[in-house]
């Protein structure tokens, strides 16, 4: 199959669920439509951000082994432009899924005492000031980097060096902001301080497993020569290190809360576990935690590239499990599972492999400007 | 971990042109790597010089150091003594702050602790060479912090001569302990993190031990580092299998180093009092152990590191790269006070907000105010790269992060306890003397413990560092070493 | 009698000059190669064909035979052995035991990991090595690396050997000997078992006595040992000369009624029992009679506990026709003043409660002699 008959397979299922979604909101309700934009929204944006995080977590720490497999996280950074349409449309979902827009809000006095925070001129600003810096940062990251190709001036590895810690402060802000804004103030009596951690931890999971499947499809379409399977062990490393931190973060969370048992918090763990949604708390404890931790465990699991593969692709779509059990129960008790939800999986999901194709085209496959590419692919495990 | 074989150079960038301003550039001076070991050194003179350090009568000026800290270690044992004859009485704990300076010590001690593991364990992981030098003295820390941690829940109990009541052993009056405690579950975490440090110290000691077992002079070390080498002689064999559970044990550790400050956080956070309950509390906890701990070790590496002629093992970019870490801790401390302040707010909870207030704005505002101070404004001075290698600013910095660290403690405990749900049990809280000699006795013995390991054990993890000099004597050049690969 | 040979020993100034030195000997026939050197220097395992380390499998069977016996003991100490209702958290309420499963799990894990490779994998402490005899193993440790051929099946051609090496850039050959004892030691296994068996000998002892003498030594009087009277006490204070004050004349407690509380003179023949029959004092009674009455009387009110067989005297069978026929308050008169060699229990349990035993006897009687129609 060429890429070409790929690339309009993908626009007609883009077509196809694009209908889907139109349809959703005017057979299936806005609620419905609103719960799930949100869904991609936040999935996207932890996709984007997670990939940016690495890219200057690279420059910030200074390592080598990564700069060939750089271009393949600054690429998938590509999606932040095309988040700001995304979170524009975002907006509209406001009056509609937002516990703390709806009549009774101001009936309730723990709403009422936030309201200083949790009003509509202010979190629009709060959000337009999030992807201002998004975009910015991407501009100054990615481009920056890509222009280094043709410039091959080592001082632009000095100017990102001095930017990533900027960018780090910028990330830890703005990711809890967005944790807070748009995913727990749907419950916006709920709170817990982790909750920005929490989705940093997730994000920069799924964008570890992203750069591993774009690294590991250059490599064997022989754009990435150079890049070993010692590269790639290392990126495998580096997920299973973070499979355990978003579990330590997520069970820290949930241990505090079942122990502390306060009503103001444990309401929000009770949505979550009534029901059907019980099983998709288990199949999540399990499978984005045990899985991938026991199928990365031992040396010779990171260096199989068939395992490294599913293990990635499994990762993502528990991290969009994990997105669905944090904001789908605001619909109400069940499992909110249909042709809506598939319709938005099938516009979105075709839509992002069109734009980071696109994207993997951005600049050379390896940042040929930066000084350190050859120390980089002279890397090899001890 | 090491190559014998080196990667070739990056091709020299030196004196290029650039399409951007068009001016002949050189190769910008920041992106150059000092080597990690300088000066004239080999293998065998860096196992003289650790012999030396070890053998070497040492200067007046540490005889007069261990007298005063052994002074003052048996002082806090005389009131630790004093205070279980006479009565908790003697201290300032009281009803509403029933949590005192035993719990603020034991909390700031299991954080120094954590230097150790942290610099050893996840930086060997991350497969930082610069951890080498570095990385013994550091785990020596950690024993020595668990040693005075220890001894301050053993003594809170308040029938220190019960200490198997903490653990699950059968007995007649068919008891278990309470496995649903954070205290207990504090119990198995700070018994396995000092049981665990003590075995990982040990097991780097091994091929050091074996370096040395020949070449001291005193007999008794001779007899005792030949026992303790357990006949270890450097077979290939006997490398893989030792490096392979070096890793297990990095893997395993770094859980554990994890898991331990997550734990002691949670006897604080599973509770319900304000401005304990908060979910960031074990991440936090964990990274202020790091804080701490990291700015102990820059403390005791400004004092020795020209005192014992260490400079070309433990070079200026090993403070550097230690200050920088500290620079960066402090800024995720500094999310985390404003996360916590945010969320007491946002909670919308009146005692939550309340208490958060009353850190900063309170009857005892000094406390919170001086954490911010210490944590989060002073460490940022490390922004500018000469201070990171100015030894009266590493010094100031780390003294104040050390401080703020235990005022960070006091600030949660004390501050947090006086003022609970019920105003009518507000209370306040005044140390007394036996609790200042009981602090300033666990400083002496984490003191003289350190000194007498400076100046009878080998401090550098020799095996490691030789690996450095081999690989710094093959490519001299410095510059572009991969030391991250 | 010559010492056997343990092998040739040459040094290396570099780790690469060992390296480079490896495929060399081996090329001229030389297989059995060992190498030693200051620090882990990588890319000898496969130059030497060293198998991998099994370390890794060992450590992770043992963690997790550590994680479920730690997980398994919390969940039979917390809800078997001493279910304690803390903080209104269930039993099992398994999210608070994992963190004393993790450090368990890990307790074993390092242990483990440090210990298997000192003693299953490196056979360590081993002070019977013939490389501790040699006389280059000091430099060894400290900086140079050595290259030993070990003799094979058929012996080891010296000369041929030392060539070899030389040829290889070796420098500073020696010979090194095998000390004889270090043959006629015992197996290893043997010895391992000794050191197990040993270990759990001392282990076994140890905590027996830990067991035995922690528990009742106590250093501390703790709060006996405080400014209080006893009840008996004297004391100089009042002129009664005693610690405790009697009552003014004429007190008596809050429910005192004096005949019906040490019982009636009468044989009980006048009183009838005041409490109704239900539930909750049929419950009352059988708590109070299970506690007073059923060590003699049996729960079934038979007359043959446990004291049967090794007390002389035979309970009253309260089943028995003699019982059942008499009245309450007969029964309560027993109760309040003693009856043969039963004491008199008006001191130990309340009027109220003597009625609700019977009560309850009554019951018990209906129980084991129920007419027809209550089991229709």
């Known amino acids: 199959m060429s890429a070409a008959s790929v690339r309009r397979g993908l626009w007609a299922l883009a077509a196809l669920g694009g209908g889907g979604v139109a349809a959703t909101y005017f057979l299936a309700g806005a609620q419905r439509f609103w719960v799930n934009w949100l869904l991609w929204f936040v999935f996207g944006t932890c996709l984007a951000l997670g990939a940016l995080f690495l890219v200057a977590l690279q420059h910030m720490t200074g390592a080598r082994w990564s700069v060939p497999l750089r271009r393949a996280a600054e690429r998938i950074g590509a999606l932040t432009p095309w988040l700001v349409p995304v979170a524009i449309v975002a907006l509209f979902s406001l009056p509609v899924v937002f516990s703390w827009t709806q009549p009774d809000a101001a009936s309730l006095t723990p709403l009422v005492l936030k309201e200083h925070w949790l009003n509509r001129p202010f979190f629009i600003i709060r959000l337009a000031v999030c992807v201002t810096l998004w975009v910015v940062s991407y501009v100054v990251l990615v481009r920056g980097s890509v222009r280094q190709d043709e410039t091959k001036d080592p001082h632009a590895t000095v100017r990102l060096r001095r ?81 355990i931190f978003w579990a330590y973060i997520a069970f820290s969370q949930y241990l505090l809360q079942w122990y502390a048992d306060l009503p103001e918090e444990v309401f929000w763990f009770q949505q979550r576990l009534s029901g059907a949604m019980e099983y998709v708390f288990i199949v999540l404890g399990v499978g984005h935690f045990f899985v991938p931790f026991l199928a990365l465990m031992s040396r010779d699991d990171k260096k199989s590239w068939t395992r490294l593969r599913w293990v990635a692709v499994w990762v993502i779509f528990m991290e969009f499990v994990d997105v669905f059990w944090l904001i789908s129960p605001v619909l109400g008790p069940g499992i909110h599972l249909g042709w809506p939800e598939l319709s938005f999986a099938a516009f979105f999901v075709p839509a992002g492999l069109l734009v980071l194709g696109r994207a993997m085209r951005l600049g050379d496959d390896m940042p040929t400007g930066d000084p350190f590419l050859q120390a980089g692919l002279d890397f090899h495990l001890p | 971990m090491y190559r014998a074989t080196e990667l070739p150079p990056a091709p020299a960038p030196a004196r290029r042109r650039t399409s951007r301003g068009g001016a002949p550039q050189t190769f910008p001076s920041s992106l150059r790597v000092e080597p990690l070991v300088q000066g004239d050194t080999s293998l065998g003179k860096l196992d003289d010089h650790v012999r030396d350090l070890s053998e070497a009568k040492p200067p007046r000026s540490w005889y007069v150091a261990l007298v005063i800290t052994s002074l003052a270690g048996l002082v806090g044992l005389a009131s630790v003594g004093f205070m279980i004859y006479e009565g908790i009485g003697t201290m300032g704990n009281n009803v509403p702050v029933v949590w005192g300076f035993l719990i603020i010590n034991f909390v700031f001690w299991v954080g120094i602790g954590h230097a150790g593991t942290l610099i050893s364990v996840i930086l060997y992981l991350f497969r930082q060479k610069w951890r080498n030098a570095i990385s013994r003295t550091a785990e020596a820390v950690t024993v020595f912090a668990f040693v005075c941690a220890m001894m301050f829940p053993a003594v809170h109990v308040g029938r220190p001569w019960l200490p198997h009541w903490l653990f699950p052993y059968p007995n007649e009056r068919g008891l278990w302990v309470n496995f649903r405690s954070p205290l207990i579950w504090d119990v198995f975490a700070v018994v396995t993190y000092f049981s665990v440090s003590v075995m990982f110290w040990y097991l780097g000691l091994i091929p050091d031990f074996a370096s040395l077992r020949s070449r001291v002079k005193s007999r008794v070390k001779r007899a005792v580092f030949g026992f303790m080498s357990l006949g270890w002689v450097g077979n290939a064999r006997q490398w893989l299998h030792y490096e392979k559970a070096y890793l297990l044990l990095a893997g395993l550790t770094t859980t554990l180093a994890l898991s331990v400050h997550s734990i002691v956080s949670m006897d604080f956070a599973s509770s319900m009092v304000p401005g304990w309950h908060m979910t960031i509390f074990p991440p936090y906890f964990v990274v202020g152990a790091a804080f701490s701990g990291f700015a102990g070790v820059v403390l005791v590496f400004a004092f020795i590191r020209t005192a014992m002629r260490l400079e070309n093992y433990i070079t200026e970019r090993h ?22 302040g945010f969320t007491a707010w946002f ?139 | 009698m010559l010492e056997p040979l343990f092998g040739v020993l040459a040094l290396f100034p570099t780790a690469d000059d060992l390296l480079k030195a490896i495929p060399e000997v081996k090329k001229r026939g030389f297989t059995k190669l060992e190498a030693y050197t200051p620090y882990p220097v990588h890319g000898i395992d496969e130059a030497l064909d060293l198998p991998k380390s099994k370390l890794g499998v060992l450590v992770f069977l043992m963690a997790s035979l550590g994680a479920i016996s730690m997980f398994l003991f919390e969940w039979w100490t917390s809800t078997v052995s001493y279910p304690l209702l803390t903080a209104g958290k269930a039993y099992n309420g398994w999210p608070a035991w994992v963190p004393p499963m993790l450090e368990g799990t890990i307790l074993v894990g390092t242990f483990t990991a440090a210990l298997g490779m000192l003693f299953v994998f490196n056979r360590l402490p081993f002070f019977g090595n013939p490389m501790l005899r040699s006389k280059a193993i000091d430099r060894i440790t400290r900086e140079k690396f050595a290259l030993v051929i070990r003799p094979g099946a058929g012996g080891l051609d010296t000369g041929g050997a030392i060539a070899a090496l030389k040829a290889a850039g070796g420098e500073d050959i020696e010979v090194v000997q095998a000390p004889r004892y270090s043959k006629a030691g015992l197996a290893w296994w043997s010895k391992a078992i000794g050191a197990v068996g040993a270990a759990c000998v001392v282990a076994g002892y140890g905590t027996a006595w830990v067991i035995r003498t922690f528990p009742t030594t106590r250093p501390m009087v703790e709060m006996e040992d405080q400014p209080r009277l006893d009840a008996q006490a004297a004391d100089t204070f009042f002129a009664s000369g005693r610690g405790m004050q009697l009552p003014p004349d004429g007190t008596v407690p809050r429910t005192f009624m004096p005949i019906l509380a040490a019982g009636p003179g009468d044989g009980g023949k006048a009183l009838m029992n005041p409490l109704p029959v239900t539930d909750s004092v049929l419950e009352r009674g059988r708590t109070q009679f299970d506690i007073h009455c059923a060590v003699c009387h049996d729960r079934l009110g038979t007359g043959k506990a446990w004291l049967d067989s090794t007390y002389k005297a035979q309970p009253t069978d309260l089943q028995s026709s003699t019982v059942r026929d008499a009245s309450d308050g007969y029964l309560y008169w027993v109760i309040s003043r003693g009856f043969a060699s039963m004491p008199a229990y008006a001191a130990d349990i309340s009027p109220d409660d003597r009625w609700a035993i019977i009560r309850y006897v009554r019951a018990l009687q209906r129980s084991q002699d129920a007419p027809m129609r209550d089991v229709k």
């Open chain 2, 347 to 485: 909670s919308s909870n009146t005692f939550d907000r309340y208490i958060f207030a009353n850190y900063v704005f309170g009857d005892q505002w000094w406390a919170g105010s001086l954490t911010i101070f210490f944590n989060c404004i002073l460490p940022q001075l490390l922004w500018v790269p000469r201070f990171r290698r100015s030894v009266p600013i590493m010094v100031l910095v780390s003294a104040g992060v050390t401080l703020g660290m235990w005022l960070e403690r006091y600030t949660i405990i004390v501050l947090s306890l006086h003022r609970d749900y019920l105003p009518a049990t507000w209370g306040t809280y005044l140390p007394t003397p036996i609790d200042f000699a009981i602090l300033l006795g666990s400083v002496g013995i984490f003191l003289t413990l350190l000194l007498l390991f400076l100046r009878k054990m080998p401090i550098i993890a020799t095996w490691e560092v030789k690996s450095d000099i081999a690989h710094h004597q093959a490519h001299p050049s410095g510059g572009l070493e991969a030391e991250h690969a």
């Open chain 2, 319 to 340: 403070m550097d790269l230690l200050n920088k870490t500290v620079l960066f801790l402090s800024c995720v401390m500094a999310y985390a006070y404003l996360m916590e």
């Open chain 1, 163 to 243: 930017f990533s810690p900027v960018f780090m402060i910028l990330l830890a802000l703005t990711i809890t902001d967005f944790a807070f804004d748009w995913v727990s103030s749907l419950e916006a009596t709920w709170y817990s301080d982790i909750f920005g951690v929490y989705l940093f931890a997730g994000a920069v999971t799924t964008a570890i497993a992203a750069v591993l499947l774009a690294v590991m499809h250059l490599q064997r379409a022989g754009r990435l020569p150079g890049v070993t399977r010692d590269h790639v062990y290392n990126l495998g490393g580096l997920l299973f290190g973070f499979t």
